[in-house]
């Protein structure tokens, strides 16, 4: 008896692990669940024509299937019933959402006749990894999205793929397109979060919105010549170090927060030859970022395009074409140093300069008018302590209108040196001398000075000094005239006078 029931036990489970795979072939399209005989099987292998019906009654009542081999299948069109809430289904297609969600860890394609992927066909489920055979030729919008275990993606460029394709497939480390590859869909790649590295992007001429949103493990990425086009967010939050578009001298657009929010860039390069347009954000709360070199044919900085990028600046010559400086364009830049402005600026949006707490000089010496302020442009910045270098056309206006005026406004003057700058017959000191504000501010060259007599036009005494410096500040505020002689003797006992103006 017990030899019996030990026989019996075996049997039955030689049984089971045959149900594991099944192979059928088919006569008929619509006739896979007559066919099947074991709707528990984890493997199984299709020969035959079959078409929307039969995948859909796989994915709907073969709960448990990994594996799904259709090499020896042709997948005709379907016209019936309402299926999933169509009548017709195209030949060659694997329908829209048909096994989304399901436990598929493998799938080979058809190898007859041209073959599509429909929207989200795949997505959410078990891959681990994807062969394109030679005759696919679309992949639906989100087909693979959120395939947590797909690892590596070769992607021919002969495929017409959608967006967000392989959007949120998190365990996705690798992905080699073809060299000849020319587009990134539309967030083909959003939120893979462990993306280190993408191959064959050297003849890329678009790159689409979000395409790389989202992949902070993405730390480098070639731009090559080609590159006409990058899509809003197409970066955002990745992990790129370094965006040199060097190469990209037909560069014509960067979307709106492009590389905002990339926390670990340190770089941004852009080719002088492109005219770009660079949109809103593109830098934004990019923290490291510490060096930058905008295209020279810029001619506006967007709204919000270096917010945060706190390390950017030091000494910044803006593109000589710009003629306007976006609303919070350059917020909390805090080691922007000196500003010079360019004499195609015209307008300086909302908080633009705000909290740009190391600003000390802006050379506006180039503008022959006042640039228009929005509000708050220079809120967090103690403009006492900015010098702002303007030249005598404009002086004066920067002294008389909201917002300039309170900067220690330095007017270059015709008249800084009436006096020759070298010595006369071996005794002549040089002295030089500028206004900033009220401060007259007088220099010596070549030796210290020992005492500085100031006068009015009228010969008046308006401030006396005896000094060992070779630079000093007197303030001329308490006097009524705007014309000094200053005369001065050094320590090397050569003397000279200085005829200078405040403007």
Same mark, same amino acid.
């Given at each position: 008896m017990s030899i019996l029931r030990i026989t019996a036990a075996a049997m039955a489970l030689a049984g089971t692990l045959a149900a594991g795979a099944e192979t059928v072939t088919v006569t008929a399209a619509g006739t896979l669940s007559g066919a099947v005989t074991d709707v528990t099987a984890t493997d199984l292998t299709i020969s035959g024509p079959i078409d929307a019906a039969d995948l859909f009654w796989a994915a709907d009542n073969m709960m448990s299937l990994k594996t799904l081999n259709l090499s020896g299948a042709t997948i005709e069109a379907y016209d019936g019933d309402v299926l999933k809430g169509r009548m017709t289904y195209p030949a060659g297609a694997i329908p829209e959402m048909s096994f989304a969600g399901s436990s598929l860890t493998s799938i080979v394609f058809p190898t007859a006749g041209n073959i599509t992927i429909g929207e989200g066909a795949f997505a959410n489920t078990a891959l681990t990894s994807i062969s394109f055979p030679a005759n696919l030729t679309v992949i639906g919008d989100g087909a693979f999205s959120a395939c947590a275990g797909l690892k590596t993606l070769t992607l021919p460029a002969s495929i017409k793929t959608g967006s967000h394709a392989f959007a949120s497939c998190t365990g996705l480390t690798d992905v080699t397109l073809d060299a000849t590859t020319t587009a990134v869909p539309d967030g083909l790649f959003k939120d893979c979060k462990a993306l280190k590295e993408v191959k064959g992007t050297e003849s890329l001429?678009?790159?689409?919105?979000?395409?790389?949103?989202?992949?902070?493990? /993405?730390?480098?990425?070639?731009?090559?010549?080609?590159?006409?086009?990058?899509? $809003?967010?197409?970066?955002?939050?990745? @992990? /790129?170090?370094?965006?040199?578009?060097?190469?990209?001298?037909?560069? !014509?657009?960067?979307?709106?927060?492009?590389?905002?929010?990339?926390?670990? &860039?340190?770089?941004?390069?852009?080719?002088?030859?492109?005219?770009?347009?660079?949109?809103?954000?593109?830098?934004?709360?990019?923290? *490291? &970022?510490?060096?930058?070199?905008?295209?020279?044919?810029?001619?506006?900085?967007? +709204?919000?395009?270096?917010?945060?990028?706190? *390390?950017?600046? @030091?000494?910044?010559?803006? $593109?000589?074409?710009?003629? *306007?400086?976006?609303?919070?364009? /350059?917020?909390?830049?805090?080691?922007?140093?000196?500003?010079?402005?360019?004499?195609?600026?015209?307008?300086?949006?909302?908080?633009?300069?705000?909290?740009?707490?190391?600003?000390?000089?802006?050379?506006?010496?180039?503008?022959?008018?006042? $640039?228009?302020?929005?509000?708050?442009?220079? *809120?967090?910045?103690?403009?006492?302590?900015?010098? &702002?270098? +303007?030249?005598?056309?404009? @002086?004066?206006?920067? !002294?008389?209108? $909201?917002q300039w005026q309170d900067f220690k406004i330095d007017i270059e003057t015709g008249v800084d040196d009436i006096i020759a700058d070298s010595p006369v017959d071996g005794n002549k000191a040089i002295i030089r001398g500028r206004f900033i504000g009220n401060d007259l501010v007088l220099q010596a060259v070549g030796s210290p000075f020992s005492n500085i007599r100031v006068y009015d036009v009228a010969g008046r005494l308006v401030a006396a000094l005896d000094t060992d410096e070779s630079e000093v500040v007197l303030d001329t505020s308490g006097t009524d005239t705007n014309i000094f002689i200053v005369a001065a003797v050094l320590a090397d006992n050569t003397t000279g006078t200085l005829k200078i103006a405040r403007r």
């Open positions: 001429v678009t790159i689409g919105e979000d395409a790389f949103n989202g992949c902070p493990a /993405l730390k480098a990425f070639t731009f090559g010549s080609a590159l006409r086009q990058i899509g $809003p967010d197409a970066f955002s939050g990745s @992990g /790129l170090t370094d965006a040199n578009l060097a190469a990209a001298n037909g560069l !014509k657009s960067v979307g709106n927060w492009a590389f905002a929010h990339c926390d670990a &860039l340190e770089s941004a390069q852009f080719s002088d030859k492109a005219d770009v347009t660079i949109g809103k954000g593109v830098f934004f709360d990019c923290f *490291s &970022l510490t060096q930058i070199k905008l295209p020279a044919q810029l001619r506006t900085i967007s +709204a919000y395009m270096l917010k945060g990028a706190e *390390s950017a600046g @030091g000494h910044e010559e803006l $593109p000589a074409q710009i003629d *306007s400086i976006g609303a919070y364009a /350059l917020k909390n830049n805090e080691s922007l140093i000196a500003l010079v402005l360019p004499s195609t600026l015209t307008y300086i949006g909302d908080g633009a300069m705000e909290n740009t707490t190391g600003l000390t000089s802006i050379n506006a010496t180039a503008l022959d008018q006042v $640039p228009m302020l929005g509000e708050n442009v220079w *809120s967090g910045i103690d403009q006492q302590k900015v010098v &702002l270098k +303007a030249n005598e056309n404009t @002086g004066e206006a920067f !002294k008389a209108t $909201p």
